[in-house]
């Protein structure tokens, strides 16, 4: 799994972020339109711990998360 092919999921899911991974244990949506951070990070040490479909439901949920703050 890379973070390639995590941020072509998100753009087919029509979400605006993309996957930043810094490889520290957790990973990060960060905004296409800003470059800002979106939501919580994601705490998993390797991208291939959660499927592409879990990575599409995180950001799903970031972006609520953002919506809401």
Do not use: H, K, P
Request: overall charge negative; hydrophobic content about 40%.
């Amino acid at each position: 799994m890379t973070t390639r092919t995590i941020n072509a999921a998100l753009r087919r899911a029509g979400l605006d972020v993309e996957i930043q991974n810094n490889r520290d244990g957790y990973s990060y949506f960060v905004s296409t339109i800003n470059g800002w951070m979106v939501g919580e990070s994601v705490m998993v040490c390797y991208l291939n711990q959660q499927t592409v479909e879990e990575w599409v439901s995180d950001a799903r949920r970031a972006i609520r998360q953002e919506a809401t703050s």
